[in-house]
C-alpha cells in the first residue's frame, strides 16, 4: 500500500504496444480522452434528437415523427445530456485529465480501478443505445422517468426499453463510483510536496467537491433504479400504487410513487451541482488566467463551492411542489432553495471582481467563461422564481422551466466544456485549436442558445405546457407562440449544425494546427509545467515538482513575468500569503 | 510560509489547517484504506436508501403488515421460538467481527498464518450466515412468500425482505470471497514486504457489512 511519501519511489510500469498504451490504458490522460470522446459522441446522439423535436415543435408534420417517437426523442435527449454527456466528461473526462496533474501527481492512486471505470462507462453508453433496437423502442417516460406511467403499458418503450435504461442507468452509478473514488481520493491523499488542498486551483476543488456529491447522491438513482426495475420486472409493488387500466385492476398494489419522486430527486438535485461545481471551478480558473489577475476571494470561493455542495442535499423537494406536500415542508425546501443563492451569487460577484481591472485578453476560452456567467446569471434568477413554492405552481411545467434548466444547467456548463477545451486542447495534444473557427462556434453557439432559451420564458408565462408533441389548436396558446416556435427551431438547427465546426476543429488542429509549447497561456498551474507536452506516462519524469504557492500568483508586483509558476520557490519571488488568506 | 508541524492555530480553524495540510490530509493513512472507508460511506448511503424505501412503503401500503416475530418463527423439539434463526444468524455475525478483529491484530504482529486462519475462520461463518439466509428464504417461499405478495398481508413484504436480504447476502458473499482471497495471499506471504494493512482494509469491509446487519436486524425484523 502507498503512502504519500512512498510515491517516488514507486515503480513506473510504461505500457508498451498500442493495446495497453491507448486501449486497455491505465494512464489517467487515456482514460480522460476515451471518456471525453465517448461522452462527446453520444451527446451528438442527444443533439440530433433534440434537432428532430424542435423540428417537430416548429414545423409540426416537417418530418416523419409520431407522438411515441417524440416522447422516445424527449427522454433519451435529456438523460444522455445530463448523465452520459455532462456528468461524464466533467468527471471522467475533465477530472481525469487535471486532477492528478494539478495536484502533481503521477497517476490516480489506483489505475486499474479507473481503468475499469471506463469501460463500464462504456458498456453502460451501449445499453442505453441498444435501447434503440429492441422491441417499442427507448423509453418515452421523460428523464424523470416517473412511476406507474413509465411502467405501464401506454407509455412508449415500458416494456423491454424502461429495463434498458434502468441497467445502463445502474451501470453507469457502478462506473461513476470507482471513478469518483480514485479522484476523491487522489486528491485528498496523492498531492504532491507543498501542494496544500488551500493551493489547489478551483478546478480541483470543484471536481473533488461534486465527485463527493455523486458518491453520495447516485446511491439514490440506484436504489430507486433496482426498485423500479423488480416492480417491472417481477412484479413488486414499491412505487405501483393500486390502479386500474383499460377497465382492469392491475396486480399492483398498496405502493408510493410519491418515495420515487423523493429518492430520484435526493439524487437529482444533486445531480445539477455535480455538473456545475466542476462548471464552477474550470471557469473560475479560465477567468483567472485569461485576465492575468489572482482570483478574488480564493478562500470565499472554496467555501462557497463546499457550502454550495452541503446545501444541495436538503433541497431535492423544490421538484416537487406540484406533486402536493405539506406547506411546511414546502417552506422549508423553498428556503434552503433560496440559501443556495448566497454562495452562488458570491461567485458570481468574485468572478466579476477578478475580471474588474483585469487585463482581459479575449481568448476564445475567455469568451465562452463570459458567456458562461452571462448564461448562468440569467439562469440563477429564473431559478428564484422556481423555488418559491406559489411562484412555481403556476410555472411548474411550462416553457419557463425548460428556459431555467436549459440555461443554467444545461447550456452554462457546456459553455465551460467548450471553454476548457479551447483551454486545455493545447496542453493534451501540444498544437492550439483554430482561433478564427473557434471565435466563429463561439458567437453562433452563445448567441443562438441566448436566441433558442430566453423566448422560452415568454412561452411559459403565455402558458405553454412542456412535453407536449404539439401545440396547435389549444385555445389558452395564442397563434403568435407558434411563431416564435418556429424561430426558436430555425436558430436551433443553425447551432445544432455549427457544431460541426467545433468538431471539424478538433481533428483540423489535432494536425495541422499551431505547435503550443508547454505553456501558451502562461499560466501557473501545475499541468502546464510538465516537463513534456503531451505529458508522459508517470507525468513529471524522474522527480514529482514542489509547490511552494498558490495557483493564482498573476500580476505579481516585482515579478519578472505578469505570474509566477507554482513552482517558484519563495526567495526567488516572495509568496505575498496575505494575498490570499482571510 | 513553509508547512510546519507545529501546531499554530487552534480551534476550528486549526482543524481546517490540519485537514487542507501539505500532501495528504488523513496523515499516515494508505490509498487503500482511505479509498475503502469513501467507499464504505458511499455504501452506507445505499442500505439508507433501502431502509428509508422500505419504511415509506410499510406505511403507504393499505394491508396490515406481517407480524415479523410469527413470520420468523421456528418449532424446535416442540418449541415455538419467534425469531430463532435471526438470533442465531446475528450471533453467528458479530462473531466473525470479533474473529476478523484478532485477524487484524495477528496481521500487525506478523503472525502470518494465525492471520490467515483466522481470516477463513471469519469467511466460514460468513458462509454459515448465507446459508442459514439461503435456510430461511426456502422456507418463506415454500410458505407462499414471493416478492409480489404473500399469505400473511402487505405485499410490500415479501418484496422488502428479499430485495434487502438478498442485497445484503450480496455484500456477504463478495466479502468471503474477498476474505479468502486476500487470507490465501496472506498465507502465501504476499504481503511479507509492504506490510498487512490489507487485513485491516478486508475488515473494514467486513465490519461495515456486520453493521448494516445490525441496522436491518432492528428495521425489519424487531419493528
Known amino acids: 500500500m502507498a503512502y504519500a511519501d512512498d510515491v517516488e519511489n514507486e515503480e513506473l510500469h510504461e505500457p508498451t504496444g498500442f493495446i495497453w498504451k491507448y486501449v486497455w490504458s491505465q494512464d489517467h490522460k487515456v482514460i480522460a480522452i476515451q471518456y471525453s470522446t465517448t461522452a462527446i459522441l453520444v451527446g451528438l446522439v442527444a443533439l440530433v434528437l433534440s434537432g428532430m423535436m424542435r423540428m417537430q415543435i416548429g414545423f409540426p408534420g416537417s418530418i416523419d415523427m409520431d407522438a411515441t417517437a417524440y416522447y422516445q426523442a424527449m427522454t433519451m435527449h435529456g438523460m444522455i445530456m445530463v448523465i452520459y454527456l455532462l456528468t461524464a466528461i466533467f468527471l471522467g473526462g475533465f477530472g481525469n485529465y487535471l486532477i492528478p496533474l494539478m495536484v502533481g501527481a503521477r497517476d490516480m492512486v489506483f489505475p486499474f480501478v479507473n481503468m475499469l471505470s471506463y469501460w463500464f462507462y462504456l458498456v453502460s453508453v451501449l445499453v442505453l443505445l441498444a435501447s434503440f433496437f429492441v422491441p417499442g423502442g427507448p423509453t418515452g417516460a421523460g428523464w424523470t422517468l416517473y412511476p406507474p406511467q413509465a411502467i405501464t403499458a401506454g407509455t412508449p418503450g415500458s416494456e423491454w426499453g424502461i429495463i434498458l435504461m434502468l441497467v445502463s442507468l445502474i451501470i453507469f452509478i457502478i462506473a461513476a463510483t470507482m471513478g469518483g473514488l480514485n479522484y476523491v481520493t487522489t486528491v485528498l491523499q496523492a498531492r504532491t510536496h507543498g501542494m496544500t488542498m488551500f493551493r489547489m486551483p478551483l478546478t480541483v476543488w470543484g471536481i473533488f467537491v461534486a465527485t463527493i456529491l455523486a458518491l453520495l447522491a447516485f446511491p439514490a438513482l440506484f436504489v430507486s433504479g433496482v426498485m423500479m426495475l423488480l416492480d417491472q420486472t417481477i412484479g413488486t409493488s414499491f412505487f405501483m400504487p393500486d390502479m386500474m387500466q383499460f377497465g382492469s385492476q392491475l396486480d399492483y398494489s398498496g405502493g408510493s410513487p410519491i418515495l420515487f419522486q423523493h429518492l430520484f430527486w435526493f439524487f437529482g438535485h444533486p445531480e445539477v451541482y455535480i455538473v456545475a461545481l466542476p462548471a464552477f471551478g474550470l471557469v473560475s480558473d479560465l477567468i483567472s488566467i485569461h485576465a492575468r489577475r489572482s482570483i478574488f476571494g480564493y478562500r470565499m470561493m472554496v467555501w462557497a463551492i463546499v457550502s454550495i455542495g452541503v446545501l444541495s442535499f436538503v433541497v431535492w423537494a423544490h421538484h416537487m411542489y406540484v406533486s402536493g406536500m405539506n406547506p411546511y415542508f414546502g417552506f422549508f425546501f423553498a428556503t434552503t432553495t433560496l440559501v443556495i443563492a448566497v454562495p452562488t451569487a458570491l461567485k458570481v460577484y468574485n468572478w466579476l471582481l477578478t475580471l474588474w481591472r483585469g487585463n482581459i485578453h479575449l481568448t476564445v476560452p475567455m469568451l465562452f467563461s463570459l458567456a458562461f456567467i452571462v448564461t448562468f446569471l440569467v439562469g440563477g434568477l429564473t431559478g428564484l422564481f422556481l423555488g418559491n413554492v406559489v411562484v412555481d405552481i403556476p410555472l411548474s411545467d411550462t416553457y419557463f422551466v425548460v428556459a431555467h434548466f436549459h440555461m443554467v444547467m444545461g447550456v452554462a456548463p457546456i459553455l465551460v466544456v467548450f471553454g476548457s477545451i479551447y483551454h486545455w486542447y493545447p496542453k493534451i495534444t501540444g498544437r492550439m485549436l483554430h482561433d478564427g473557427i473557434g471565435k466563429l462556434h463561439f458567437w453562433i453557439t452563445f448567441l443562438g442558445t441566448y436566441l433558442i432559451y430566453f423566448p422560452m420564458h415568454y412561452l411559459g408565462f403565455l402558458g405553454m405546457p412542456r412535453r407536449y408533441y404539439a401545440y396547435e389548436d389549444y385555445p389558452f396558446i395564442p397563434e403568435s407562440a407558434q411563431s416564435l416556435n418556429a424561430f426558436i427551431t430555425v436558430v436551433a438547427i443553425v447551432v445544432g449544425i455549427s457544431q460541426l465546426l467545433f468538431l471539424f476543429n478538433l481533428a483540423y488542429s489535432y494536425f495541422k494546427g499551431a505547435p503550443s509549447g508547454g505553456n501558451p497561456w502562461r499560466a501557473t498551474s501545475l499541468e502546464w509545467l510538465t516537463p513534456e507536452t503531451p505529458p508522459k506516462h508517470g507525468n513529471w519524469g524522474s522527480s514529482l515538482p514542489v509547490v511552494h504557492r498558490w495557483a493564482y500568483d498573476y500580476g505579481v508586483p516585482g515579478a519578472e513575468l505578469d505570474y509566477v509558476p507554482q513552482t517558484t520557490s519563495a526567495e526567488e519571488v516572495p509568496v505575498h500569503e496575505s494575498d490570499h488568506d482571510e | ?223
Open chain 2, 1 to 223: 510560509m513553509d508547512n510546519t508541524t507545529q501546531p499554530t492555530t487552534r480551534g476550528m480553524t486549526g482543524l481546517i489547517e490540519d485537514w487542507v495540510s501539505d500532501k495528504d490530509a488523513f496523515k499516515n493513512v494508505s490509498w487503500g484504506k482511505t479509498m475503502m472507508w469513501i467507499f464504505l460511506l458511499s455504501d452506507t448511503f445505499i442500505f439508507s436508501c433501502f431502509l428509508v424505501g422500505y419504511m415509506s412503503v410499510r406505511m403507504t401500503t393499505d394491508v396490515p403488515w406481517p407480524n415479523a416475530s410469527e413470520v420468523f418463527a421456528l418449532t424446535i423439539a416442540g418449541e415455538h421460538i419467534p425469531l430463532i434463526l435471526i438470533a442465531i444468524m446475528t450471533f453467528v455475525l458479530i462473531t466473525s467481527s470479533g474473529t476478523m478483529a484478532m485477524a487484524v491484530n495477528c496481521g500487525y504482529r506478523r503472525q502470518r498464518k494465525q492471520a490467515a486462519v483466522l481470516m477463513l475462520v471469519t469467511a466460514v461463518f460468513g458462509v454459515c450466515f448465507v446459508g442459514m439466509q439461503a435456510f430461511e428464504w426456502t422456507k418463506l417461499i415454500e410458505e407462499g412468500v414471493r416478492p409480489w405478495g404473500n399469505p400473511m398481508g402487505a405485499p410490500q413484504f415479501g418484496a422488502a425482505f428479499f430485495m434487502i436480504t438478498g442485497f445484503h447476502g450480496f455484500h456477504v458473499s463478495i466479502g468471503v470471497i474477498y476474505l479468502t482471497v486476500v487470507a490465501l495471499k496472506v498465507l502465501r506471504g504476499d504481503y511479507e514486504e509492504r506490510g498487512y494493512e490489507i487485513v485491516e482494509i478486508t475488515g473494514l469491509y467486513w465490519h461495515f457489512v456486520d453493521l448494516v446487519w445490525v441496522f436491518i436486524f432492528a428495521f425489519f425484523y424487531l419493528w
